[in-house]
């Protein structure tokens, strides 16, 4: 499966899956509630870089992809 991102202005939440996206409402959910969960987690620890540690966990999440292909 491809991942899609929302379009702005064209997401929907009647039916299964969003018309914009394609996605399916759980998905979605699910994705909100991870960076809902990160948010808070770099908020708890206060810091002052956060952009810092967004980008640490991007490049975590790229390199565990890579070591799983």
Known sequence: MKFNPCILGQCTDSGS???????SHVEI???KQLISN????????GYENAEDFADFVNTKLLKKLKEQA
């Open 29 to 31: 959910a699910d994705t």
């Open 38 to 45: 990160l948010l808070e987690f770099s908020n708890r620890q």
């Open 17 to 23: 899956h969003c018309d914009g996206c394609g996605r």
